[in-house]
């Protein structure tokens, strides 16, 4: 079944501990993204990849890294957590052409995270 | 940068009622998609257009891709309790096939 996986679903941490939120997609997708979902903002984008070792920033990068060593991996990294990172987070992934159009994007289920 | 409005952020119908929501680029777009999030779900995409004036339909679902590629719109005829949910357009600056900017959502609810 062509998924995007994302661990863990819900997490509850303390400000200043590095977390890892991964995310994974068996679709062979160049393109995979990381958005974070606030009421009233809708989705806004964290950084993106267009193909391995390829990042960029999206709209709200500050406080966040990634990582595309693998095709199918796309992990999200917040090196110091703060409480404005608390949010549901997608991962997202799409097929990607060869002139760089992407296409329908598919989420992961959500990672809802809370930083105290 | 890019930015996409969409209105309303809420709509309360009854069941049997029309719905619309409406998406606004400051840039044209090259393509704009169309998704829904179901409460507690994950956003499903629904359908993309691309074209300029580009009318799309799935059954009661109807989608428009305005002429100046700079809007788009979303319209339900006669709404069920099955379309709860929250709407969300995502357009692509033309030039820029990088990146999607999606829209706030308009979540709707459905009175039965």
């Known amino acids: 079944e062509a998924q995007v996986t994302q661990n863990p679903r819900y997490l509850i941490t303390v400000t200043g501990k590095k977390l890892t939120v991964t995310c994974s997609q068996n679709m062979n997708h160049e393109y995979m993204s990381w958005y974070r979902q606030d009421p009233g903002l809708g989705l806004r984008q964290i950084y993106y990849?267009?193909?391995?070792?390829?990042?960029d920033k999206g709209d709200v990068p500050e406080g966040y890294k990634v990582s595309r060593k693998e095709k199918r991996n796309f992990p999200l990294i917040l090196e110091s957590p703060s409480p404005n990172q608390t949010s549901l987070y997608f991962c997202?992934?799409?097929?990607?052409?060869?002139?760089?159009?992407?296409?329908?994007?598919?989420f992961g289920q959500g990672t809802r995270l809370t930083v105290v | 940068g890019q930015q996409v409005m969409q209105i309303p952020q809420y709509q309360h119908v009854q069941e049997g009622e029309d719905f619309t929501t409406y998406c606004n680029s400051s840039?044209?777009?090259?393509?704009i998609q169309w998704y829904k999030q179901r409460p507690g779900g994950h956003p499903v995409f629904l359908i993309q257009l691309v074209k300029s004036g580009e009318v799309k339909k799935q059954k009661r679902l109807t989608f428009q891709f305005g002429e100046a590629k700079k809007n788009s719109s979303l319209h339900i005829t006669a709404t069920q309790t099955t379309d709860v949910g929250t709407y969300f357009c995502?357009?692509?600056?033309?030039?820029?096939?990088?990146?999607?900017?999606f829209g706030s959502g308009t979540q709707l609810t459905v009175l039965p």
């Open positions: 997202a992934s799409s097929l990607s052409t060869g002139t760089g159009f992407v296409t329908e994007a598919f």
């Open positions: 840039t044209t777009l090259s393509n």
């Open positions: 995502a357009g692509r600056p033309s030039g820029s096939a990088r990146q999607l900017t």
């Open positions: 990849s267009m193909n391995v070792e390829v990042t």
